[in-house]
C-alpha cells in the first residue's frame, strides 16, 4: 500500500528510541523526511546516522527537552528552516514520574504538565498555522492506555494524558476544514524501556522482582505478549497518510485489548 508519504516532512518528538524512534523509522520507511528531537545528544545522533543510512531519507536531528517552555516552538522554527513546512507533527515525550498522589509534590506537577500536556499544546500552536496555510496537516499525539482507564500509581500520567486527549478532540474540530487532522494514538504495555522503568517501579515498592512485574503486565493482556514498537508505528503512519483523510478527533488503542470500554 502506498501511503502517499513520499516529499512529505515529518516532526516526531521524543524519537531517539522507543516509539518515537519506531514511529520515524516507518514514516522514512515510507519516504518522508524526518525532523528528530530528544533530549540525549548521543542516542539521537545514533538514530539521525541509522535512519538516514537505513532509508536514504533527510534527516534533521534537534537536541532539546521538550518540558521546557518555548522548546517546542524552537524546534518547529528550526525544522521549518530547513524543510520550509511540516506536514506531519507527533507529539510524544517521556512519561512522568510514577507514584500515588500523596507522594507528589507541586513542583512534580508543574513538571509534569509542562511535558506531558504544554509541550503538545507549543508544538501545535507552532505548526498549525504552516498546516492550514498549505490545507494539509497531520497531528498526532502519542498518549497511553492510562488516559482510557487509570493504572494504579499512575497518578500524574492517568490525569495530564487524559488532558491531552481533551485538547486534541477540540482541536480536531477547529482545524478540520482547514484539511488538518487530529488524533489520538493510545499505546499500551508495549516494549520499551519505558515499560522496563515501569517495571522497576512496581518491583520496589511491592517487593517483587522487575522479571514478575512485567509478567504481570503480560498477563494483563488478553493477547498474553508485549506489543512491539513496530505494529505501534504502523498505526501511526497510515493516520498520517492520505488513505486516513477522513479520520479526525479520534482516540485510537494499540493494547492487544487491555482497554476494555465499549468506546
Known sequence: MDLGL???????????????????EELAAEGASLVLCARGEAALRAAE??????HGVPVLAIASDVGVRGEPERIVREALARFGKIDILLTNSGGPPAGPFESLSADAWEKATALVLSSVVEFC????PGMKQQRWGRILNVTSIAAKQP?????LSNSLRAAVIGFARTLANEVASFGVTVNNLIPGFTRTERMVELSDVTAKKEGITPEQA??????????GRMGEPAEFAALAAF???ERASYITGQSMAVDGGWIRALM
Do not use: E, H, Q
Not at 49 to 54: E, F, G, L, M, P
Open 125 to 128: 500552536r507552532a505548526a498549525l
Open 6 to 24: 513520499k516529499g512529505r516532512v515529518a516532526l516526531v518528538s521524543a524519537s531517539s528510541r522507543g516509539l518515537g524512534r519506531a514511529v520515524a
Open 151 to 155: 493504572v494504579d500509581n499512575l497518578m
Open 239 to 241: 493516520l498520517a497518510s
Open 49 to 54: 546516522a541509522a535512519i538516514k543510512d537505513r
Open 214 to 223: 512485567l509478567a504481570r503486565y503480560t498477563a494483563s493482556v488478553p493477547m
